[in-house]
C-alpha cells in the first residue's frame, strides 16, 4: 500500500496568492515524521518544512506551514504569497519510527502564473 | 561545505556495461542513502547505510550494488546495467536528531540505451 499519497499532479496559482498541496500518510507508528521538499527544475531536492507526529503546533517556516490534521492522516503543505521562484514540484514524504528511511509521493507540480 | 556531491552529473551506458555512481558528504553524517526517481514516481529508496561498515536493501535494491567506503562515501555500482534503470539518482545523507532531515546532492542523470 502507498504510504504516502498526493493526489494533485499539477496545480496553477496566480501570483500572490496561496496554495494548499495535500498530502495523506499511512501509517501505524505513533511516531513519524512529515516533510515537505521542493524540486526546481534545476533538479536538487530542498528541505522546506518537518512536522513530528507528536508536535501539537503546525509547523512554519517562513511562508511555508504544514496543517497538520492527525485524525485524518493529513500534512498539507500551505505557501502563502507565491512567487514565481515558487513553480516546482513538491514531495510530501515520511518517516517512521526510529527507522532513517524516507517514504515519498508522487510529487505535485506548483506553476505560479503571474 | 559542500554538502552532498555526486558525480558523474550525466552518464549514458549501452546495455550490459557497468559503473560505479560516487557520493561523499562532508558534514559528519553517520546515515546515507541511494534514490532513483522517475517520472510519476516521486523518489524511490535503492540502498542505505544507517552507519559505517553497514548497508542494508530498501525498496528497488534488485539490479544494484552499494559499498560504504568510509564515513564520508557510499557508492552504487551497476553491475550490468539495463533501459529500465535509465533514471535520475540521488544520493542523501542524514543524522540522529530532531528531525532526521535528508540533505541530497544534485543528481546523476543516468541513460542506458
Known amino acids: 500500500a502507498q504510504k504516502i499519497t498526493q493526489t494533485q499532479p499539477g496545480m496553477f ?7 494548499t498541496l495535500d498530502c495523506t500518510y499511512d501509517t501505524s507508528d505513533q511516531s513519524y515524521g512529515l516533510f515537505w521538499y521542493k524540486q526546481p527544475s534545476s533538479g536538487e531536492m530542498i528541505f522546506l518544512i518537518y512536522q513530528g507526529s ?3 503546533q503546525n509547523a512554519t517556516e517562513g511562508r511555508y506551514s504544514l496543517n497538520f490534521q492527525k485524525a485524518r492522516k493529513s500534512a498539507n503543505l500551505v505557501i502563502s504569497a507565491s512567487q514565481l521562484g515558487d513553480s516546482a514540484m513538491y514531495f510530501c514524504a515520511m518517516r517512521e519510527g526510529g527507522d532513517y528511511k524516507l517514504s515519498f509521493g508522487a510529487g505535485t507540480t506548483v506553476t505560479v502564473r503571474a | 561545505n559542500a554538502g552532498v556531491t555526486q558525480t558523474p552529473k550525466f552518464q549514458v551506458l549501452k546495455t550490459g556495461q557497468s559503473m560505479t ?4 558528504q562532508d558534514m559528519n553524517h553517520n546515515s546515507m542513502y541511494w534514490y532513483r526517481q522517475d517520472p510519476g514516481m516521486g523518489l524511490r529508496l535503492i540502498y542505505y547505510s544507517a552507519s559505517e561498515g ?3 536493501k530498501g525498496e528497488v535494491p534488485n539490479g544494484y550494488n552499494v559499498s560504504r567506503l568510509n564515513k564520508r562515501e557510499f557508492s552504487l ?6 533501459p529500465s534503470q535509465t533514471s535520475v539518482y540521488f544520493c542523501a545523507s542524514s543524522e540522529r536528531g530532531l528531525t532526521y532531515e535528508q540533505y541530497f546532492g544534485p543528481g546523476t542523470r543516468l541513460t542506458v540505451t
Open chain 1, 54 to 56: 507528536y508536535d501539537e
Open chain 1, 13 to 19: 496559482v496566480q501570483e500572490k496568492e496561496a496554495v
Open chain 2, 54 to 56: 553497514t548497508t542494508d
Open chain 2, 21 to 24: 555512481l560516487q557520493c561523499a
Open chain 2, 77 to 82: 555500482r551497476l553491475e550490468s546495467a539495463a
